[in-house]
């Protein structure tokens, strides 16, 4: 699912490269199409955000 959805990536801490889920929210529309996609997100103000998204479906 982390591939296909395109989150599996190569990240780097400290100078060292690895393989990691880059945290990020997919809104999914009642039809099943993703609807919006927040990518690299913040913690602060995202819930918010994401929320006000969802509202205007």
Same mark, same amino acid.
């Given at each position: 699912?982390? &591939? %296909?959805?395109? /989150?599996? @990536? $190569? +990240?780097?801490?400290? =100078? @060292? #490269?690895?393989? =990691?889920? /880059?945290?990020? #929210?997919?809104? &999914? !529309?009642? *039809? =099943?199409? &993703? %609807? @919006? &996609?927040? *990518? +690299? /997100?913040?913690? %602060? =103000?995202?819930? $918010?955000? /994401?929320? %006000?998204? !969802? +509202? $205007?479906?």
């Amino acid at each position: 699912m982390a &591939i %296909a959805y395109g /989150v599996w @990536r $190569e +990240k780097s801490m400290y =100078g @060292r #490269t690895y393989m =990691g889920v /880059v945290r990020s #929210t997919f809104l &999914i !529309a009642a *039809d =099943g199409r &993703i %609807a @919006r &996609i927040w *990518d +690299k /997100v913040k913690v %602060a =103000g995202h819930a $918010e955000a /994401v929320l %006000a998204a !969802a +509202k $205007e479906l």
